[in-house]
């Protein structure tokens, strides 16, 4: 396992740190942090990060992320030893007694520890920092949920940010199953859940409830049409944030059902699929945001739902108005919603984004789909009044947005040597 850090002066410290902190010698508030076995890991040096350039802070969080990682497989190896050793109410209760977890992340933690027991491929990416976290966390819960790959997964994992990842699990699990992902929506059903409830801590009610995939997109969409009525009958300069209107359309559609049944018939639901000229028929049913859905579901949903019938040719689908019309047609909206799954900046659902022109409209750029990108409103907001920059990564085809690259401060005292700061790149 390869030893990497930031800061020079420490270098020879990994080994006997790791021994330390595995002796609980090293206080919390300690210098270093350290993930990994004994022998090697991942270790963070303390450092002033306002004497850091951009991209040294950046490689830093890089590492730091690693030995989270590091970290995180030493929690799951323990807790999985005393559960083993005891029983799994053992290990949880350790968990809120020494990590002070709170009830729920202490069940997740000792599952997490439990299901890597049996997934040697993510755990040793965990244990080395190269597969994040959340990420083995969705690869032991697909594993626990029906027969995965774990090589090809653990693999991936490696690659793709955290929503990218959670799409691939689900394609993938429903690909797994050779049944076009019907027992996984059986599955996500019976998990449905809802609560209502006064928060003792707040006293404010708290909704909370989880739907399966083609339920909840759904209800997204409804609860995304309440916000646009909304924000259109807003007062530009005293609007509410974006949490505060989400929670007034879900107050209105409830409290005033009436209005929000007028409101249904203008809802789309975005359902895409590819046409399988072999088998002459369509395949790999997906929501506009990359959740599969079963063929067998499509002829229901059709009869509830205005669906807005879209098949694209992934080689020539390039739709192209060029200068005839400023704004995206549906077609090209639903073309987007399939091209970038969300928004490029944060991943929000497509039903909450607006096509967006990499080169703008008042300069001559044209409304084809080469020229257009799904982001969210909060993400346009970035692009015109703080410099963010629409990015095609050259590997994947995807576009992301960048924030602009600034200038470092001027550096003040010691600052981070490069050769800890190189591995974090890979990540
Ligand atoms: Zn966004």
Redesign the pocket.
């Given at each position: 396992m390869d030893s990497i850090g930031v800061g020079g002066p420490t270098q020879t410290l990994p080994v006997a740190l790791t021994a330390a902190v595995a002796a609980g010698s090293v206080p919390a508030a300690g210098a270093v942090v350290c993930g990994g076995c004994a022998g090697g890991g991942v270790w963070v040096a303390d450092a002033d990060v306002r004497g850091l350039g951009d991209e040294e802070l950046t490689a830093r969080l890089g590492v730091i992320g690693r030995a989270e990682s590091s970290l995180a497989a030493m929690k799951a190896a323990a807790l999985s030893e005393i559960a083993r050793r005891h029983d799994t109410a053992a290990a949880e209760h350790a968990a809120r007694a020494q990590l002070a977890a709170s009830g729920r992340s202490a069940r997740s933690d000792v599952k997490l520890g439990l299901a890597l027991d049996s997934l040697d491929v993510t755990r040793e990416g965990l244990a080395s920092g190269v597969i994040p976290g959340a990420h083995a966390k969705l690869i032991a819960r697909a594993a626990g949920e029906g027969p995965i790959d774990e090589k090809h997964l653990a693999s991936v994992a490696q690659q793709q940010g955290y929503d990218q990842f959670r799409r691939t699990v689900q394609r993938h699990q429903a690909d797994q199953a050779a049944d076009d992902g019907k027992s996984l929506l059986e599955r996500q059903r019976e998990n449905r859940s809802g609560r209502v409830f006064t928060s003792s801590e707040t006293g404010m009610t708290v909704l909370n409830a989880q739907f399966d995939p083609v339920i909840g997109v759904q209800i997204a969409a409804v609860v995304a049409a309440a916000e646009r009525d909304l924000y259109r009958d807003e007062d530009p300069d005293n609007r509410p944030s974006h949490h505060q209107r989400t929670a007034d359309a879900i107050a209105k559609l409830l409290l005033e059902p009436s209005a929000a049944g007028r409101r249904r018939g203008g809802t789309t639901l975005l359902i895409v699929a590819d046409y399988d000229a072999v088998g002459q028929g369509l395949a790999n049913a997906r929501l506009a945001d990359g959740s599969p859905v079963p063929i067998s579901e499509l002829a229901q949903l059709a009869c509830d739902a205005q669906i807005l019938p879209a098949i694209f040719d992934r080689a020539t689908g390039d739709l192209c108005m060029g200068r005839m019309c400023r704004f995206a047609t549906d077609a090209q909206r639903a073309a987007l919603a399939l091209r970038d799954q969300g928004?490029?900046?944060?991943?929000?659902s497509p039903i909450y984004?607006e096509a967006h022109h990499i080169v703008p409209w008042e300069i001559g750029g044209r409304t084809d789909l080469a020229n257009l990108v799904l982001?969210?409103n909060?993400?346009h907001h970035h692009i015109h009044d703080d410099g963010w920059q629409v990015h095609r990564r050259h590997a994947t085809g995807n576009y992301e947005l960048r924030p602009p690259t600034r200038s470092p401060p001027e550096p003040t005292t010691a600052r981070t040597d490069a050769r800890g700061a190189a591995p974090a790149s890979k990540r």
């Amino acid at each position: 396992m390869d030893s990497i850090g930031v800061g020079g002066p420490t270098q020879t410290l990994p080994v006997a740190l790791t021994a330390a902190v595995a002796a609980g010698s090293v206080p919390a508030a300690g210098a270093v942090v350290c993930g990994g076995c004994a022998g090697g890991g991942v270790w963070v040096a303390d450092a002033d990060v306002r004497g850091l350039g951009d991209e040294e802070l950046t490689a830093r969080l890089g590492v730091i992320g690693r030995a989270e990682s590091s970290l995180a497989a030493m929690k799951a190896a323990a807790l999985s030893e005393i559960a083993r050793r005891h029983d799994t109410a053992a290990a949880e209760h350790a968990a809120r007694a020494q990590l002070a977890a709170s009830g729920r992340s202490a069940r997740s933690d000792v599952k997490l520890g439990l299901a890597l027991d049996s997934l040697d491929v993510t755990r040793e990416g965990l244990a080395s920092g190269v597969i994040p976290g959340a990420h083995a966390k969705l690869i032991a819960r697909a594993a626990g949920e029906g027969p995965i790959d774990e090589k090809h997964l653990a693999s991936v994992a490696q690659q793709q940010g955290y929503d990218q990842f959670r799409r691939t699990v689900q394609r993938h699990q429903a690909d797994q199953a050779a049944d076009d992902g019907k027992s996984l929506l059986e599955r996500q059903r019976e998990n449905r859940s809802g609560r209502v409830f006064t928060s003792s801590e707040t006293g404010m009610t708290v909704l909370n409830a989880q739907f399966d995939p083609v339920i909840g997109v759904q209800i997204a969409a409804v609860v995304a049409a309440a916000e646009r009525d909304l924000y259109r009958d807003e007062d530009p300069d005293n609007r509410p944030s974006h949490h505060q209107r989400t929670a007034d359309a879900i107050a209105k559609l409830l409290l005033e059902p009436s209005a929000a049944g007028r409101r249904r018939g203008g809802t789309t639901l975005l359902i895409v699929a590819d046409y399988d000229a072999v088998g002459q028929g369509l395949a790999n049913a997906r929501l506009a945001d990359g959740s599969p859905v079963p063929i067998s579901e499509l002829a229901q949903l059709a009869c509830d739902a205005q669906i807005l019938p879209a098949i694209f040719d992934r080689a020539t689908g390039d739709l192209c108005m060029g200068r005839m019309c400023r704004f995206a047609t549906d077609a090209q909206r639903a073309a987007l919603a399939l091209r970038d799954q969300g928004c490029i900046g944060c991943a929000k659902s497509p039903i909450y984004c607006e096509a967006h022109h990499i080169v703008p409209w008042e300069i001559g750029g044209r409304t084809d789909l080469a020229n257009l990108v799904l982001v969210c409103n909060r993400c346009h907001h970035h692009i015109h009044d703080d410099g963010w920059q629409v990015h095609r990564r050259h590997a994947t085809g995807n576009y992301e947005l960048r924030p602009p690259t600034r200038s470092p401060p001027e550096p003040t005292t010691a600052r981070t040597d490069a050769r800890g700061a190189a591995p974090a790149s890979k990540r």
